[in-house]
Nanobody
Framework: QVQLVESGGGSVQAGGSLRLSCVSS????????ISWYRQAPGNQRELVAS???????NYADSVKGRFTISRDIAKLTVYLQMNSLKPEDTAVYYC?????????WGQGTQVTVSS
């Protein structure tokens, strides 16, 4: 069983920054991909950023140039650095890790951006 624990959410003003962390109970290279999703009230959960292979990254168009996904192998941690935050970034952010057979989710962390 894999556990993912997110932290780092909070409330910031527009233009501010936050760094989310996702600590995995297993080495992140065990997964085919590890990603950040978000879900705002009334909206479907959407992919924000993902990392696969040897640090191949992919971003939603809405966050390109503002968000960066990275990992610290020794700390079993994946980060989401979020800069130039906008009110529309307000959502619960979830960490996701998947293999060919199964995927795991964290409990989520709330990010609120005020104008």
């Amino acid at each position: 069983q894999v556990q993912l624990v997110e932290s780092g959410g909070g409330s910031v003003q527009a233009g501010g920054s936050l760094r989310l962390s996702c600590v995995s109970s297993k080495n992140t290279f065990r997964f085919s991909a590890i990603s950040w999703y978000r879900q705002a009230p009334g909206n479907q959960r959407e992919l924000v950023a993902s990392m696969s292979g040897v640090d191949n990254t992919n971003y939603a168009d809405s966050v390109k140039g503002r968000f960066t996904i990275s990992r610290d192998i020794a700390k079993l941690t994946v980060y989401l650095q979020m800069n130039s935050l906008k009110p529309e970034d307000t959502a619960v952010y979830y960490c996701n890790a998947r293999t060919s057979f199964i995927e795991y989710w964290g409990q989520g962390t709330q990010v609120t951006v005020s104008s």
